[in-house]
């Protein structure tokens, strides 16, 4: 079984640019899951799909960030402008519906913002 | 406020010595727990989770956990660590509810380092 898919695995950019991440789930994962992972800290989820939709974005600073999930498989989360603060690995995980939080994450993008 | 705090921050153990890195949550109801590994340039592995029942639970890689209600805490033990095991071990917690698709809290992490 294929595990998660993110690209770009490394960018970087300069502030005020804008940068995109896309992140393929685990096939029949209904959950979808954006983190954000600051050197240092544990990863803080920024975003939830469940299906197309939006379960929770309470973290997810709207003024610069957003994410979407056409059609409920793949997703695409995007900084514009970016700031310094958000250097960070962003993370992207699956979980079934009902599986008890079991999360699987991918293997995260390296974002340098100089 | 819900929280997961990880008091070590590094650890450095000899190989085929045991290990054992901290955890303690703070949360309204006993949650489901978790313990990841992040190696390198990696993304995170579950080893172990506990929802409910036996409070000694067992992982891969040779990883358990025991699970202490009294003390809110959720330690990771190994009796005898490998070179491999170097990484980062991150505690976390969701809610206690079947079918939740609920946020996972994560501590701040320990950085296992291992000693030839």
């Known amino acids: 079984e294929a595990g998660v898919a993110q690209s770009p695995r490394y960018k970087i950019i300069e502030k005020r640019q804008s940068v995109a991440f896309w992140c393929n789930p685990i096939s029949g994962h209904a959950t979808l899951y954006w983190y954000q992972q600051i050197l240092g800290q544990g990863p803080k989820l920024l975003i939830q799909f469940q299906n197309n939709g939006v379960v929770d974005d309470s973290q997810l600073p709207k003024d610069r960030f957003s994410a979407e999930r056409l059609k409920g498989v793949d997703s695409t989360l995007k900084i514009q402008p970016a700031k310094l603060e958000d250097s960070a690995v962003y993370l992207c995980?699956?979980?079934?519906?009902?599986?008890?939080?079991?999360?699987?994450f991918g293997p995260g993008t390296r974002l340098t913002v100089l | 406020a819900q929280s997961v705090t990880q008091p070590d921050i590094h650890i450095t153990v000899s190989e085929g010595a045991s290990l054992e890195l901290r955890c303690n949550y703070s949360?309204?109801?006993?949650?489901?727990l978790f313990w990841y590994v992040q190696s390198p340039g990696q993304g995170l592995q579950l080893l172990l989770k506990?929802?409910?029942?036996?409070?000694l639970v067992q992982g891969i890689k040779g990883f358990e956990a025991e699970f202490k209600r009294s003390q809110s805490s959720f330690n990771l033990r190994k009796p005898s660590v490998h070179w491999s095991d170097a990484a980062e071990y991150f505690c976390a917690v969701g809610p206690p509810l079947r079918g939740s698709q609920g946020n996972l809290i994560f501590g701040k992490g320990t950085k296992l380092s291992v000693k030839p």
């Open positions: 506990y929802f409910s029942g036996d409070t």
């Open positions: 949360y309204g109801a006993t949650p489901y």
């Open positions: 995980a699956s979980s079934q519906i009902g599986s008890y939080n079991e999360q699987f």
